[in-house]
């Protein structure tokens, strides 16, 4: 692995998040703002402090039409005269932009940056928003002809059960694993619980749960939605007197693949996922089975099963055997995804990776409620899936020992 | 209150005979029951109440839906409208969607709206294909015209049947109708129209004791999603 060499260590001091959802009234800017000022003020900021600012988002140059966004957020948070950037990179723009805050305090260029990541979706319809997310596939020889992203996961899901024998019961038991949690976590866009026989056994299933993307089916699919997460960074050595307990990056591991994925020669092999989670183990010296909580992309059900192997929770194979047996729940092997998930949290593109952090900082400082909160979780892992798995972040974050 | 009953008559339009939509019951993705059944003219108070909150609600263009299903369902309750009925969906005895229309000849229905008051769940769509079950299968109608106010509607029943596009203008707002042909109805019905007769003792006692009502702010809340606010 390049660049091993030693990095001050970056911990995680403020997290912010808004409910996600539908949120007609306000606009992008608010959103961005709202859960900036809530990171700031967990992390015991006032107005000074923030020495650069990192913007996540992927859309509101097309469906807002507004560039600039960092430009704009850093006044409106009255952080002048702080560094400020934009960060596109797809769904996975959250992470991005998270890593960009730590390498610029690893490096010493900051001290403290603020980060957030926000999508404003629901502006547009659904068909709409599906086509925006589509243009980041290769323009001539996939876009053109009309793919989408859930195209691509129908794909790559028939693929994955030729191949591995997951079942389409595997896949029921992650959206209802993930809707139940949803219902726990005030954030979350859909708080609606799944039964197995409203959306698999039952006649009517047909038309409660159709076919998305065959084999996918309309809960397979994360929700278009609007929301945003902040978090705020510092270097380790700055935290004098923490109020709450401090959690730092231990790992941080970003790779691609190719674009296209007729250029796989293994479609179902996520070596992006494999490869950011690698490096994200060994620059924090851990295992996965060092993990006490992850969450994983889970745009579609069959993502959190095919991650949960690629990560190295599960052998090739196994995952979806292990969620139909309630190893990623709360109390299993390896909880994934308690806070919902990308499934039941939601899936504003930008905010995304960020809020997969803010989640597992909570869950490191043991500020969850009962049903969702592991006990005495240490170190949490977050995988950020940019495209269809070809620019992959991945986190690895520890509860700093008092 | 005296009244010319003479006059009455005349103003009040043609009734057709219309039997009876025979009641089902539909399991929704929660795992919950949902009884479909006939509503009766003398419910058309106890319903409105569920209505009303929604006047105030523009997401989606609920406040229109609901406006002029309110007015529908008044003309109904109060003989202003030619053979109209309505259909509506409980759970556990709440009211949680509620669909109506009439027969605008022996062959043609109008529909007229479709109201979700508990969303997320497909309630819309589990109701309208009722509706549309009740004119092709239990009327017997040829077809049935149809417009949608809001892009959900237009998605859910332009786009999933798929119907067909006239020049016909529909009563509700002028525009050009849909069509929902035998053809159609019967193609699309393995897909979209679910549900099992009889319904079982029990889920229809419950629903039939009662129509109970959510207040107006879980009306609002369940519609408009305002949580965290």
Redesign the interface.
């Known amino acids: 692995m390049a660049g091993t060499q030693h990095f001050r260590d970056v911990a995680v001091i403020g997290v912010g998040m ?2 996600f ?2 949120r ?1 009234e306000d606009t992008l800017m608010d959103m961005l703002a709202w859960s900036s000022l809530k990171a700031l003020d967990d992390a015991g900021l006032g107005d000074g402090g923030v020495d650069a600012l990192y913007v996540a988002n992927m859309g509101s140059g097309v469906i807002q039409h507004q560039t600039g966004l960092a430009s704009a957020l850093v006044d409106r948070l009255s952080l002048l005269p702080a560094a400020a950037e934009s960060i596109e990179n797809g769904p996975a723009s959250g992470a991005s932009a998270i890593k960009n805050g730590l390498l610029a305090i690893a490096s010493g260029y900051c001290d403290t940056v603020l980060v957030v990541g926000g999508e404003k979706m629901r502006e547009v ?1 659904g068909w709409r928003a599906t086509d925006f997310v589509a243009t980041m596939t290769h323009p001539t020889s996939e876009y053109v002809y009309g793919i989408t992203l859930p195209g691509m996961a129908g794909m790559f899901t028939r693929l994955y059960m030729e191949k591995y024998g997951v079942t389409r019961e595997m896949l029921v038991s992650i959206s209802i694993k993930n809707q139940a949690m949803g219902t726990l976590n ?2 979350a866009h ?10 698999f056994d ?9 076919p998305a993307a065959d084999p996918l089916h309309l ?1 397979d699919a994360c929700p278009v939605s609007d929301g945003a997460a902040a978090v705020v960074l510092t270097a380790l050595d700055k935290v004098k007197k923490p109020s709450k307990p401090p959690v730092v990056i231990a790992g941080f591991g970003q790779a691609t693949d190719t674009h296209t994925l007729q250029e796989r020669s293994d479609p179902t092999d996520l070596k992006a996922v494999t490869l950011a989670a690698q490096q994200a183990f060994e620059r924090a010296k851990l295992k996965p089975a060092d993990i006490h909580v992850a969450e994983l992309h889970d745009a579609f059900t069959i993502l959190e099963i095919a991650e949960s192997e690629h990560v190295g929770f599960f052998k090739k194979g196994e995952g979806g055997k292990a969620a139909l047996a309630g190893k990623t729940k709360l109390g299993g092997q390896i909880p994934i995804n308690l806070s919902g998930g990308l499934k039941a949290r939601g899936h504003p593109v930008g905010a995304t990776g960020v809020a997969q952090v803010v989640d597992i900082v909570w869950q490191l400082r043991h500020e969850l409620p009962k049903g969702r909160q592991v006990q005495n979780a240490q170190n949490g892992l977050t995988v950020n899936f940019g495209g269809f798995g070809n620019n992959v972040l991945a986190f690895v974050l520890r509860r700093v020992q008092e | 209150m005296a009244m010319d009953m003479e006059l009455e008559m005349v103003l009040r339009p043609h009734q057709y005979e219309m039997p009876p939509y025979p009641p089902k019951v ?7 029951k949902m009884v479909v059944r006939q509503a009766e003219r003398e419910d058309v108070p106890e319903i409105l109440k569920s209505v009303h909150p929604c006047l105030f609600i523009e ?1 989606d263009y609920y406040d229109i839906v609901s406006a002029r299903l309110y007015g529908e369902l008044l003309a109904w309750y109060r003989y202003r409208v030619k053979s109209a009925y309505c259909l509506m969906g409980q759970v556990e005895g709440f009211l949680v969607g509620i669909v109506n229309g009439r027969m605008e000849t022996e062959k043609v229905g109008m529909s007229y709206h479709t109201l979700a008051i508990d969303r ?3 309630i819309g ?2 109701l309208f ?1 009722a509706k549309m079950e009740y004119h092709l299968e239990y009327l017997h109608q040829e077809e049935v015209l149809i417009v949608a106010e809001s ?1 959900i509607g237009f998605r859910r029943w332009m786009i999933e049947y798929p119907l067909e596009p006239t020049k016909i203008p529909h009563e509700l707002g002028g525009g050009d109708s849909y069509l929902l042909t035998r053809e159609i109805y019967f193609k699309a019905k ?7 007769r009889p319904v079982p003792a029990d889920l229809w006692e419950v629903a039939t004791r009662e129509i109970k009502f959510a207040d107006d702010d879980t009306i609002r809340e369940q519609i408009a ?1 305002l ?2 606010r």
């Not at chain 2, 539909?26 to 919950?32: H, Q, S």
Request: no cysteine.
């Open positions: 808004i409910p959802g539908r007609d319809t005030p954030y859909v708080e609606m619980a799944l039964s197995k026989e409203g959306i039952d006649p009517a299933a047909i038309v409660n749960n159709p809960y | 539909i399991t929704l993705a929660n795992g919950k997401r997320g769940l497909r769509s589990h294909a892009p393995p897909r979209l129209v679910v549900g099992e999603g949580k965290g």
